[in-house]
């Protein structure tokens, strides 16, 4: 399978283009716009597995949505698709989203679908007198041109309608508030019926989710990535580290390695039927960024000495004393 060319996209492709071929070509045969269809669901389901394919090969956040995609809409053949990015919390524990969902356009009541507002009795255009047009000689004949002045409105001293914006028609909209439930994942897709008197199709909201910095959901695990100083990991100590439920004190023995995962057992994310996976921490160890100074260096055989990386001490105190430090 080659997920670059599943989903059309040549290999210098940044996240955004992903990110949008894949939510394109999700609208072209989702199951619940062709129920029953054979091909659709084949095609989707090889789409979704190209995307987190590439997401696992780029090393990208496959659940992470960017500002771009808050809340982002499209509308095809009657349908509305919207994307909603929600955070850890409100995936995790559920809640009631508020949406505004768009229908038909109608004309402006406010402007009766002129675009344009009058103060009192309109005043005529003195530039083309009222006719919204200028005739201009072209050899033997005229040719009507749009009269910048009033803007073919063939009035004077117009303002911009504010409630149209001059478009001189607005859409309705619905306002409709969906139950998002307990352990959304991210990529889930939640249908809400449409609205016939509104001209408002059904619509399909995919949520995406904020999550910190660092996480990453496989399956009902969570996986989470902390920075030690390298000598909190040879001494050992207390990290604080962020969980679902709130902030754990994590116990990081002395000589932990880069790498290793403390496992958090039912702290991660939530199924169906109520069980919850793990929360992984791995470690990753911070060294220093500038070669030691004499002094430091001193120290560092000296405590190579003292505790070696294999086997028992092999110099005792002062051994190394003599050995290293001037008489």
Known sequence: MNPWKIL??????NFTTIKRAYRRLLRSCHPDLFPGDVWAQKRFIQISEAYHELCRMLN??????????????????????????????????????????????????ACDGLGYRWHGKRPVCKECAGKGYKLLSWGKSNIRIICKACGATGFSDQVKCKTCFGRGYIKRQREVFIKLPRGTLPGTILRIDGNSELGIGPAFIEIG??????????????????????????????VMVKTIDGNETLLIPPGTCDGHEFV????????????????????KISMPKT?????????????????????????????????????
């Not at 057992?265 to 109520?274: A, F, L, Q, T």
């Open 209 to 238: 989710i904020r999550f910190p910095e660092n996480w990453r959901l496989s399956e009902l695990d969570v996986t989470s990535q902390i920075e030690l100083d390298l000598w909190d990991a040879l001494l050992g100590g207390e």
């Open 60 to 109: 990208l956040d496959a659940i992470v949505v960017d500002d771009s995609f808050l809340f982002e809409s499209f509308t095809s053949e009657g349908y509305s698709f919207l994307f909603i990015e929600v955070s850890v919390e409100e995936a995790f524990f559920g809640k009631r989203i508020h949406i505004e969902l768009q229908g038909a356009e109608v004309k402006c009541p």
């Open 291 to 327: 070669p030691p100074p004499p002094q430091a260096r001193i120290l560092l055989e000296l405590l190579r000495g003292l505790w070696p990386v294999k086997g028992p001490a092999c110099l005792t105190y002062k051994s190394i004393c003599k050995t290293i430090l001037p008489e």
């Open 264 to 283: 958090l057992k039912g702290r991660g994310w939530i199924g169906e039927n109520g069980k919850r996976g793990d929360h992984r921490i791995q470690i």
């Open 8 to 13: 059309g996209l040549k290999e210098d492709a």
